[in-house]
């Protein structure tokens, strides 16, 4: 979604999720900053069909995989600063 939106189509300048700590163990947060305010209901709809096809199709062990290992380096990056 992000190579989409930010990559190819330029139509955000950002794109990121989080579960910070929160009182609902649940929350999870999806932002994006837009280029034009005109783009905002395209993006939530991509955005949310994202979503909906994640919460049956699995993530592809190799992609998962990946991404874990981003997120661990990246967090070994924060405990050197």
Known sequence: LYKKLVIQEQV??????GNTD??????????AR???AADLPRVEKEILTTVERYKTRR???EKLEAVKSRLRY???LQMNN
Request: net charge negative.
């Open 74 to 76: 990246e967090l070994a």
């Open 59 to 61: 993530v592809d062990k």
């Open 12 to 17: 955000a300048d950002t794109l990121g999720f």
């Open 34 to 36: 837009l280029k034009k």
């Open 22 to 31: 929160h009182v609902d163990p649940n929350y999870f947060q999806i932002y």
